[in-house]
């Protein structure tokens, strides 16, 4: 018999994919420079040239066995070490290469810290608006997530609520700073209020809770705002990291594990990963994808067009009425609908093949997500469609 828990799973599909192949298939009838699809954070912006440059020098001046064969099972040492020392250049840490992982992406990053500080039976917090993915990241290891409701009028931890749920299952906290869906960054106080709640804890119960800190987006933070790097402020800190919004290289699936060199056991997780990679294939990621990135850590791509077009949507969204908290950074987006049905705000939406993600998945129902990563010529069109639908749907002009 086929396993049935990942058969029930199909019956639940993730509606930001959902919503991506209908704009995919609605462009092939009218042009998909008529389609405003706002669903997938896919990165909209090329890498750096160094990259691909890199690539290029790898693949005609190296030796074809080290570039192509296996990478070990931790990763290729050379980089572990360049990602470290660039880690403590930058945020003042003092990483050595023992302390990195490498995974294929942010994904593999948490599947994996998840795996090395929960058992079966343990509870996993997190907040909303969060990442739907996380449910499956978290509930198959055995352990069981839980989520606190969201703070609705800043989106930064509903602090009440969390110090309400926590008790002695719990073995981590899973936090996404600059946050997926709301494109909020836990600010400075947020996170030392959140690691004095946890050290607390820690010693009122006896035993380590890991703050697993997933950041693909920590580089696309907008001018002036607070984004505290989250390992400095809490020792059991796992930080969770992909190049995908970085260098804009979602397809090359590349990130890594940085385990906080004050946690418990720091120096063995990175080795539990690589055990862990035995069961579940998550294992040496791409020989020439590490060395490739390890020649532009201190690179990002032209990440300046995602506040552009954070500002013309914001914008447009308080002419018309919205209630929506300015993004700090990532390319989303996360207003509240005009109806308290979010699904169908979006439904109609989709009628001026606007698309636009509902909340309800996100743990924050009657909002939706909107992911900016788009031209931002196709974002200036939409603005006029955007006026259209709420005029026609709602009755609002600005």
Not at 12 to 34: D, F, M, Q
Not at 149 to 156: D, L, V
Not at 348 to 358: E, G
Request: glycine share 6%; with cysteine.
């Amino acid at each position: 018999m086929i396993n049935q828990s990942y058969k029930q799973m199909l019956q639940k599909k993730s509606v930001i994919r959902e919503l991506s192949e209908y704009a995919t298939a609605r462009g092939k009838e009218i042009g998909y420079e008529n389609v405003f699809d706002y669903s997938l954070g896919n990165p909209s912006v090329p890498c750096p040239p160094d990259f691909n440059s890199t690539m290029i020098d790898l693949l005609q001046n190296s030796n074809p066995v080290t570039v192509h064969g296996y990478s070990p099972s931790l990763g290729i040492e050379s980089v572990r070490k360049s990602v470290a020392h660039s880690l403590n250049d930058r945020f003042g840490m003092n990483y050595e290469s023992k302390h990195i992982f490498m995974t294929s992406g942010a994904a593999g990053a948490v599947a994996h810290a998840l795996r090395c500080v929960t058992q079966p039976g343990d509870e996993v917090i997190t907040f909303a608006p969060y990442f739907p993915e996380y449910n499956p990241y978290v509930n198959q290891t055995g352990a069981v997530l839980k989520v606190v409701p969201a703070n609705t009028e800043n989106f930064q931890i509903n602090f009440e609520a969390f110090e309400a749920m926590l008790n002695e299952k719990v073995a981590a906290v899973l936090i996404n700073t600059p946050n997926n869906p709301s494109g909020i960054v836990y600010s400075t106080e947020t996170i030392t209020r959140l690691a004095d709640i946890l050290r607390r804890k820690q010693e009122e119960y006896g035993h380590d809770i890991f703050l697993i800190s997933d950041e693909p987006y920590r580089e696309i933070v907008f001018d002036g705002v607070d984004s505290p790097y989250v390992s400095k402020f809490y020792s059991n800190t796992l930080s969770c990291y992909s190049y995908s919004k970085s260098l804009s290289l979602p397809g090359e699936r590349i990130g890594y594990i940085a385990v906080n060199p004050s946690a418990t056991d720091a120096d063995i997780i990175a080795v539990m990963c690589g055990q862990i990679s035995r069961g579940i294939g998550h294992n040496c990621p791409p020989s020439i994808i590490q060395l490739a990135v390890s020649q532009v850590l201190e690179q990002t791509s032209d990440l300046s067009v995602y506040e552009t077009n954070m500002n013309l949507i914001y914008n447009k969204l308080v002419e018309l009425g919205f209630t929506v908290v300015k993004p700090g950074g990532t390319f989303y987006i996360f207003p509240k609908a005009l109806e308290d049905d979010a699904k169908a705000f979006c439904m109609k939406a989709k009628n001026y093949d606007l698309i636009l993600v509902p909340s309800d998945d996100f743990g924050c129902p009657g909002y939706f997500r909107m992911a900016y990563c788009i031209d931002t010529e196709k974002v200036e069109r939409s603005l006029a469609v955007l006026e259209k639908f709420v005029r026609e749907e709602y009755g609002i002009n600005k």
